[in-house]
């Protein structure tokens, strides 16, 4: 033994060691390999390894080593004699790069997904739409105690799941971008407890610990409602509905080391140092192994029964907490429980008031005339109907090209431009912008079931008044058509 390797193992003296067996401080899971290779040598077999010691002061390093036997001058071994080189930093290289390899897949993944449903996105919302809308029409014709009622009463929920599926699919692949609300986080993680106690099993004990001083965020409502009850309905389901869930919320400050000691983060996830909101969910529940954990945000992976989930629950809770500049962090082990920490950045910026929800519009109805554009033969009828009936006087066109001639020939005969976004020819947005060039000011609604060209944002620098995603209900139509034609007044 050397200076050198007397530092490594954090001893003054060679006195401090001599005599001492060095198996207890090479790591447990490598001792019985470091055992197995000294008596190789021992018994005149070289050996080389690379394994893991703890020092005399509890810090851990790694080792390079080649032994060789040590003999007198009969050829007999009397010895080991090993060159050792300390490679710990080479091991955080190799540690470091494996991981991004990792996040780099687990992209790739997320990538993929995305993509395919990015591509269906559109045309599965146009054919949603026309079920929703039409299951909405019969609803208002059938009378209360018809037989026929309850099928389409369930033909319209189912479509609203689909609906939801969609949003979920685009929202973990982060293609459909949702509009993010300075928010004060404890009366809706309340509010959404309130619910989740009234229809969790009386054999789950919900313990809460909600900080009534956590700054806002800027965030998503129903993002953050679908986050905390997908992490809390994994919990009931990982204690077999039976156990203790703790709920937390906080405000915390985090520095750039704090980073190091949190553990499994999700790939890709933004750690500025600074104050976030974090919220927990702690159950008592089975607890997951290192190579479940590495897999539990991967679309459609799933640990459940078959037909007891789909594997999207927590690749949409990463994509929601992504797209709120968040992360979120998990910590398990078998037997032990699970505890799924998310952090959000907290914002200085005032809290917004004024959030309204579709169950809360009173419907709005008007007299002014709407020229109706849309490709979808069905989708424009069924739009026009719902036009037609909150009292708007509605000119329809199949084609953009078409619609422009009409609004050329007179513009003034129309107050407003409702317009689908993928249509041969000519977009939704180009025919907005060739309007506002005859009429500037001209009110445009764009709709679309998806577009990666364009969206709620760059809508509004191109001039259009509202940005509409499919399918929507009539009450939604009624109330952002009042809503654009208001505020023109």
């Known amino acids: 033994m050397n ?26 899971e490598h001792r019985q390999t470091y055992q197995e290779s000294i008596e190789a040598v021992l018994r005149g077999e070289p050996r080389s390894l690379e394994f893991c010691m703890i020092g005399l002061q509890g810090r851990p390093f790694w080792l390079y080593s080649h032994n060789v036997p040590l003999r007198n001058k009969k050829g007999e071994v009397i010895g080991v004699l090993a060159t050792t080189i300390d490679i ?262 005032a809290e917004n008031h004024l959030l309204e929800t579709e169950n809360t519009m009173a419907p709005k109805t008007g007299t002014e005339r709407i020229l109706l554009v849309d490709d979808e033969r069905p989708l424009l009828v069924m739009t026009k109907r719902m036009l037609e009936n909150s009292g708007y006087t509605v000119t329809d066109e199949i084609s953009s090209l078409n619609a422009l001639e009409i609004f050329k020939a007179n513009p003034d005969r129309f107050d407003l431009i409702i317009t689908d976004q993928s249509m041969p020819a000519m977009s939704g947005s180009e025919l907005a912008g060739e309007i506002l060039k005859i009429k500037p000011g001209m009110p445009v609604i764009l709709c679309t079931g998806f577009s990666t060209k364009i969206s709620a944002e760059n809508a509004e620098e191109k001039g259009i008044s509202k940005y509409l995603s499919k399918p929507f209900s009539k009450k939604t139509l009624e109330n952002a058509v009042r809503n654009v034609l208001d505020r023109k007044v």
């Open 88 to 349: 710990t930093e080479r091991k955080k290289v190799e540690a470091e790069k494996k991981k991004l390899e990792e996040q780099l897949r687990q992209s790739h993944k997320m990538e993929a997904v995305g993509t395919m449903a990015g591509g269906v996105a559109h045309d599965f919302n146009n054919i949603l739409a026309i079920i929703a809308g039409n299951a909405e029409f019969a609803l208002d014709d059938i009378p209360a105690d018809s037989p026929a009622r309850e099928s389409i009463e369930e033909i319209f929920k189912a479509s609203r799941r689909a609906k939801d599926l969609v949003s979920q699919i685009l929202a973990f692949s982060r293609k459909e971008a949702k509009e993010l609300l300075p928010l004060q986080p404890q009366p809706l993680i309340n509010e959404i407890l309130k619910l989740l106690r009234s229809t969790t099993p009386t054999t789950v004990s919900i313990v809460q610990s909600i900080a009534t001083d956590c700054g806002r965020v800027a965030a998503d409502p129903t993002g953050l409602q679908q986050v905390l009850m997908n992490l809390f309905t994994n919990a009931v389901h990982a204690m077999d509905e039976k156990g203790e869930i703790t709920v937390t919320l906080q405000e915390v400050d985090l520095e750039s080391d704090d980073f190091e000691q949190l553990l499994y983060i999700t790939p890709f996830s933004t750690r500025k140092p600074g104050k976030y909101a974090w919220l927990s969910v702690a159950d008592e529940g089975s607890g997951m192994d290192a190579e479940t954990i590495k897999r539990i945000f991967d679309p459609f992976f799933t640990t459940k029964d078959v037909g007891s989930g789909t594997g999207m629950g927590l690749s949409v809770v990463h994509g929601i907490i992504e797209s709120h500049s968040g992360f979120i962090t998990v910590s398990s082990e078998p037997g032990k429980g699970s505890t799924f920490s998310v952090f959000i950045p907290v914002t200085e910026e």
């Open 3 to 28: 200076r050198t390797g007397l530092n490594l193992i954090g001893a003054d003296s060679m006195q401090q060691v001599r005599g001492e067996c060095v198996y207890p401080l090479v790591i447990e």
